[in-house]
């Protein structure tokens, strides 16, 4: 069974609560369960982390290399647009990795128009809610040949 990260940056605990109106009703809880659900039905085995803190992604990131995570998707959240530390880190190991979005980020405010780390990735999915990590599962199925 191929091996999958879900690695949820800072703030994505906050759903559910946080802008309704943007990011939808689903809790952070019951878009991990969604995940789960999704993956074992998928033949997947899932991880999931989330982490306020660029600094513990990064880790999680590097400690994915040692683990021989077989592909990652990630929701980088605000750090998205600015970290060249998280982007460094994703193209430092290996693993393909998908970036997802929640909202439409390109029609969103200016800011978040930018992604640095979408480059490192193979793709960027976004705009669907919590289906955008479901098509980011289809997307390493097929990227890791799986039937
Ligand atoms: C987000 C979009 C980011 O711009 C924002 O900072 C988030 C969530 C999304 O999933 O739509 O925290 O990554």
Request: hydrophobic share 40%; proline share 3%; with cysteine.
């Amino acid at each position: 069974m191929k091996k999958i990260l879900v690695l949820h940056g800072p703030n994505l605990n906050f759903l559910g609560i946080r802008e309704k109106g943007v990011y939808g009703e689903m809790s952070f809880d019951g878009l991990n369960e969604y995940l789960l659900k999704t993956a074992e039905e998928l033949g997947l085995r899932l991880e999931v982390f989330q982490s306020n803190s660029e600094g513990d992604l990064i880790d999680r990131l590097q400690q994915a290399y040692f683990d021989r995570v077989d592909g990652i998707i990630i929701n980088p959240g605000a750090y998205t647009h600015y970290s060249y530390a998280l982007r460094d880190a994703i193209a430092s190991i290996n693993i393909p990795v998908v970036e997802v979005h929640l909202s439409n980020i390109h029609n969103r405010e200016e800011f978040r128009h930018t992604s640095v780390t979408a480059p490192v990735c193979i793709g960027q999915i976004a705009g669907f809610g919590a289906y955008s990590y479901i098509l980011g599962m289809y997307a390493l199925k097929m990227k890791l040949n799986i039937q």
